[in-house]
Nanobody, 125 residues
Framework: QVQVVESGGGLVQAGGSLRLSCAAS????????MGWFRQAPGKEREFVAA????????YYADSVQGRFTISRDYAKNTAYLEMNSLKPEDTADYSC??????????????????WGQGTQVTVSS
């Protein structure tokens, strides 16, 4: 059973920072690309960032490019999403996911196989 657990969400003022964490089961964490997605109320889930299984490649949505950084720590089986210069429009439920069926970075929700429950990020103006 693959477990994916996010943490680190909260309430922050615009311009502030947060770091989200995503802990995943041991072996699969080392062999799969990972992605972060978010879903705001009344909107569809959207892609935020992705990182390759070896951490050498990353990809970001235009809306977060230059403000967010995705990374992974193999010793801790944890991926991170460092979010800076937060805006009210970044308010959403953030989820991480693992892509077990391919080594390519994915930007669609259907590209990913295992999902966490999400963590809420609220940015006040």
């Amino acid at each position: 059973q693959v477990q994916v657990v996010e943490s680190g969400g909260g309430l922050v003022q615009a311009g502030g920072s947060l770091r989200l964490s995503c802990a995943a089961s041991g072996r699969i964490f080392r062999t799969t690309p990972m992605g972060w997605f978010r879903q705001a109320p009344g909107k569809e889930r959207e892609f935020v960032a992705a990182i390759s299984s070896n951490g050498g490649s990353t990809y970001y949505a235009d809306s977060v490019q230059g403000r967010f950084t995705i990374s992974r720590d193999y010793a801790k089986n944890t991926a991170y999403l460092e979010m800076n210069s937060l805006k009210p429009e970044d308010t959403a439920d953030y989820s991480c996911a693992l892509r077990a069926a391919s080594q390519r970075l994915g930007i669609a929700t259907g590209d990913y196989d295992y999902w966490g429950q999400g963590t809420q990020v609220t940015v006040s103006s």
